[in-house]
């Protein structure tokens, strides 16, 4: 767990341009396969008529937005100036109460339309199917006659296929009319079944049908051509049925369907009414007054509710089951007639609900993929499980905007998937990275420097303050030379020599560690210590004369231990010299060393070489920053191979009188 919460936290630091380009190339390719798994599933969900796992979560997803806006629908709406044109005149309970059972006498019909025309409505679409006579013929005759010569109606239909598949039409007032004026009607006609998604709920509902006897618009699109005045053979598809050609506006479809944008229209409802509703998940979306009450109104005040309006006459009863026409839409249960008046609202207003084509999706998921990619290289994983958390959320925050404020309706799975998958690959790959540059670090200092200081190498490795190439940095070298070590080995065999270097190398390793100095290397009898590679400290200096006080001090304990043994004694000389120097990792393919290189590193070597047993050598530049610190005496000029000018040479006798330059060994 604690691996996992690393890699998707990340650490910062620098990195070389192979590791970006490979990081690069992991994002890029991450993309590239989740875009070819989009493109197969949509292949393989239309080859199989069978639902897109991906296009289905999405659209749970958005189905929200529409929930969303229903909640916080206001005035300030963009579909709020479409309130006015639309009113839904309802069969409900009140109207069956007052004007008897359904199903009416085709008279009480004859009555509405006329009532509607006193009225000056714009357009009259009844969502009322009359597909079979009524056992009053003189009615049925007269509301026959009432349909043809009301121009501004339009009446419902049904469509069907039979088993051959050949689209069918079961058109009203069959029986009565004869050929010529079911030609006339035939104008006006709008189909209102409608099949939902494979979930059970609608979210699209065709637009236009191409039958035997030529196209035939949906209800809502055929009220709305004739409110907007729009001549019947100008509305079109185009593009295999993914453009619909309305007004001036090239509208989206899918497959002749139009996305339906509920809640297009709203008005406040007396709270009774919104009782009545909410109490069977039923909400009105737009102005909606009862048959029975239309009929009573007087003229002025029948002017005022549907004048120059679109009409729309549906079945909204609750206490009638087999009239109960209800669908299962995002926001709820919704009677039918809302439906159709959402759909023409989207129409008289041109706002369709419009998405982005596979194309650009593709090409969303790519930008999100690419971003997270480019972002986790040029900032190195800092902080960037929170960044793919804020672009997951800005992303989901956007969509619903702009389907809020534009009906434009972004997918959100799929660029969220562009977002979290390159994340995770290239996180990986970084925190992998990362991995092995810490076992570097361990492999270079892990047995030379204190856990403490390997810790706060790592540290600025991550914050990018540490190269391993090469840099010149000002740095302390101390050389320590084991004296007469060659006469001294001739006198033991090889098993104790081997003791003998171990033993004296670890009490020596011990006191450098402890300085947080690092050891360079073991050269046979002596040993390389640089203070503070690869981090220079002020102090530099001052820590490594007193290292050198304490090793020849350590040695001394050395020595009496073992003459105590009868064993020869052990002295070393020490080498001391301070200036800038190269550092760096430097080696061949077999072995490489960290280690520093340079003139002053050459002078080093010079001073512990010509440094006596017990003596502590040190140059001019590291006798400036220590000679308040401690007692020195010079020494003859040493004139180093390969440098004109000669070395100034200090002994170190001890410290000055200093409680803080008390020594610490054990």
Same mark, same amino acid.
């Given at each position: 767990?604690?691996?996992?919460?690393?890699?998707?936290?990340?650490?910062?630091?620098?990195?070389?341009?192979?590791?970006?380009?490979?990081?690069? %190339?992991?994002?890029?390719?991450?993309?590239?396969?989740?875009?070819?798994?989009?493109?197969?599933?949509?292949?393989?969900?239309?080859?199989?008529?069978?639902?897109?796992? %991906?296009?289905?979560?999405?659209?749970?997803?958005?189905?929200?937005?529409?929930? @969303?806006?229903?909640?916080?629908?206001?005035?300030?709406?963009?579909?709020?100036?479409?309130?006015?044109?639309?009113?839904?005149?309802?069969?409900?309970?009140?109207?069956?109460?007052?004007?008897?059972?359904?199903?009416?006498?085709?008279?009480?019909?004859?009555?509405?339309?006329?009532?509607?025309?006193?009225?000056?409505?714009?357009?009259?679409?009844?969502?009322?199917?009359?597909?079979?006579?009524?056992?009053?013929?003189?009615?049925?005759?007269?509301?026959?006659?009432?349909?043809?010569?009301?121009?501004?109606?339009?009446?419902?239909?049904?469509?069907?296929?039979?088993?051959?598949?050949?689209?069918?039409?079961?058109?009203?007032?069959?029986?009565?009319?004869?050929?010529?004026?079911?030609?006339?009607?035939?104008?006006?006609?709008?189909?209102?079944?409608?099949?939902?998604?494979?979930?059970?709920?609608?979210?699209?509902?065709?637009?236009?049908?191409?039958?035997?006897?030529?196209?035939?618009?949906?209800?809502?699109?055929?009220?709305?051509?004739?409110?907007?005045?729009?001549?019947?053979?100008?509305?079109?598809?185009?593009?295999?049925?993914?453009?619909?050609?309305?007004?001036?506006?090239?509208?989206?479809?899918?497959?002749?369907?139009?996305?339906?944008? /509920?809640?297009?229209?709203?008005?406040?409802?007396?709270?009774?009414?919104?009782?009545?509703?909410?109490?069977?998940?039923?909400?009105?979306?737009?102005?909606?007054?009862?048959?029975?009450?239309?009929?009573?109104?007087?003229?002025?005040?029948?002017?005022?509710?549907?004048?120059?309006?679109?009409?729309?006459?549906?079945?909204?009863?609750?206490?009638?089951?087999?009239?109960?026409?209800?669908?299962?839409?995002?926001?709820?249960?919704?009677?039918?007639? @809302?439906?159709?008046?959402?759909?023409?609202?989207?129409?008289?207003?041109?706002?369709?609900?419009?998405?982005?084509?596979?194309?650009?999706?593709?090409?969303?998921?790519?930008?999100?993929?690419?971003?997270?990619?480019?972002?986790?290289?040029?900032?190195?994983?800092?902080?960037?499980?929170?960044?793919?958390?804020?672009?997951?959320?800005?992303? @989901?925050?956007?969509?619903?905007?702009?389907?809020?404020?534009?009906?434009?309706?972004?997918?959100?799975?799929?660029?969220?998937?562009?977002?979290?998958?390159?994340?995770?690959?290239?996180?990986?790959?970084?925190?992998?990275?990362?991995?092995?540059?810490?076992?570097?670090?361990?492999?270079?200092?892990?047995?030379?420097?204190?856990?403490?200081?390997?810790?706060?190498?790592?540290?600025?490795?991550?914050?990018?303050?540490?190269?391993?190439?090469?840099?010149?940095?000002?740095?302390?070298?101390?050389?320590?030379?084991?004296?007469?070590?060659?006469?001294?080995?001739?006198?033991?065999?090889?098993?104790?020599?081997?003791?003998?270097?171990?033993?004296?190398?670890?009490?020596?390793?011990?006191?450098?560690?402890?300085?947080?100095?690092?050891?360079?290397?073991?050269?046979?009898?002596?040993?390389?210590?640089?203070?503070?590679?690869?981090?220079?400290?002020?102090?530099?200096?001052?820590?490594?004369?007193?290292?050198?006080?304490?090793?020849?001090?350590?040695?001394?304990?050395?020595?009496?231990?073992?003459?105590?043994?009868?064993?020869?004694?052990?002295?070393?000389?020490?080498?001391?010299?301070?200036?800038?120097?190269?550092?760096?990792?430097?080696?061949?393919?077999?072995?490489?060393?960290?280690?520093?290189?340079?003139?002053?590193?050459?002078?080093?070597?010079? %001073?512990?070489?010509?440094?006596?047993?017990?003596?502590?050598?040190?140059?001019?530049?590291?006798?400036?920053?220590?000679?308040?610190?401690?007692?020195?005496?010079?020494?003859?000029?040493?004139?180093?191979?390969?440098?004109?000018?000669?070395?100034?040479? /200090?002994?170190?006798?001890? %410290?000055?009188?200093?409680?803080?330059?008390?020594?610490?060994?054990?």
């Amino acid at each position: 767990m604690e691996r996992m919460i690393r890699m998707l936290l990340g650490r910062g630091g620098r990195l070389s341009l192979a590791q970006r380009r490979n990081a690069c %190339l992991i994002g890029l390719a991450t993309t590239l396969l989740l875009l070819g798994i989009v493109y197969w599933s949509r292949l393989r969900s239309e080859a199989h008529h069978s639902v897109d796992p %991906l296009s289905y979560l999405d659209t749970a997803l958005t189905d929200g937005f529409m929930v @969303y806006r229903n909640r916080h629908f206001e005035q300030d709406s963009p579909y709020a100036d479409s309130a006015d044109k639309v009113i839904v005149v309802a069969v409900d309970d009140e109207s069956l109460r007052r004007l008897g059972s359904w199903p009416w006498p085709r008279e009480t019909f004859v009555r509405l339309l006329e009532r509607l025309e006193a009225g000056r409505a714009r357009t009259i679409a009844m969502d009322i199917l009359f597909l079979e006579p009524s056992q009053e013929s003189e009615q049925d005759r007269e509301l026959g006659a009432k349909v043809l010569a009301t121009p501004n109606l339009f009446l419902g239909v049904i469509h069907f296929r039979n088993p051959k598949g050949q689209l069918c039409i079961r058109r009203p007032f069959e029986w009565l009319l004869d050929p010529s004026g079911r030609e006339r009607l035939w104008a006006r006609l709008g189909f209102v079944g409608v099949d939902p998604d494979k979930d059970g709920v609608l979210r699209n509902m065709p637009v236009l049908l191409d039958t035997p006897q030529g196209p035939l618009p949906s209800l809502a699109l055929a009220a709305a051509a004739h409110y907007l005045g729009i001549p019947s053979q100008s509305v079109r598809l185009e593009d295999e049925g993914r453009t619909l050609i309305f007004r001036k506006s090239r509208l989206p479809v899918e497959q002749g369907a139009a996305p339906i944008n /509920y809640g297009a229209v709203k008005l406040d409802r007396p709270p009774e009414v919104e009782e009545q509703l909410a109490y069977a998940d039923l909400r009105p979306y737009c102005d909606t007054i009862g048959v029975a009450e239309l009929m009573e109104l007087d003229d002025e005040t029948l002017q005022a509710a549907v004048g120059n309006r679109l009409v729309l006459i549906g079945f909204t009863a609750l206490g009638v089951y087999e009239y109960h026409d209800v669908k299962a839409t995002p926001l709820g249960t919704i009677q039918g007639v @809302y439906i159709h008046a959402d759909l023409a609202a989207s129409f008289l207003q041109g706002k369709f609900i419009h998405r982005l084509t596979f194309g650009q999706s593709q090409a969303l998921v790519a930008s999100m993929g690419l971003m997270v990619t480019l972002v986790l290289v040029l900032f190195r994983q800092t902080g960037g499980g929170l960044l793919a958390g804020i672009l997951v959320g800005a992303h @989901y925050l956007t969509a619903l905007w702009l389907f809020d404020q534009g009906s434009l309706l972004v997918p959100v799975v799929t660029p969220w998937l562009g977002i979290i998958l390159p994340f995770l690959t290239v996180s990986w790959y970084l925190h992998h990275v990362q991995e092995l540059e810490e076992e570097e670090i361990r492999s270079l200092f892990g047995g030379y420097l204190s856990p403490k200081v390997v810790e706060s190498l790592l540290a600025l490795k991550h914050s990018g303050q540490m190269e391993l190439e090469g840099r010149k940095l000002k740095l302390t070298v101390l050389y320590a030379d084991i004296r007469g070590f060659t006469t001294l080995s001739e006198k033991l065999d090889a098993p104790s020599v081997v003791a003998m270097l171990n033993d004296y190398f670890r009490r020596m390793s011990r006191i450098a560690v402890r300085a947080d100095a690092y050891i360079d290397k073991f050269i046979g009898d002596c040993m390389m210590v640089v203070f503070s590679a690869p981090i220079a400290k002020p102090d530099d200096a001052q820590r490594a004369v007193k290292v050198a006080l304490e090793m020849q001090q350590e040695v001394s304990r050395i020595s009496a231990e073992r003459s105590a043994r009868g064993e020869p004694p052990l002295m070393i000389g020490i080498g001391i010299n301070t200036g800038v120097m190269v550092l760096g990792n430097i080696g061949g393919e077999a072995k490489r060393d960290y280690t520093v290189i340079g003139d002053q590193v050459n002078v080093a070597a010079r %001073l512990y070489q010509k440094a006596q047993s017990g003596q502590v050598l040190i140059g001019r530049a590291t006798f400036e920053e220590v000679e308040q610190l401690v007692d020195c005496r010079p020494l003859s000029p040493l004139q180093a191979r390969g440098r004109q000018e000669a070395v100034e040479v /200090y002994e170190v006798i001890g %410290l000055k009188d200093r409680p803080d330059w008390e020594s610490t060994s054990p």
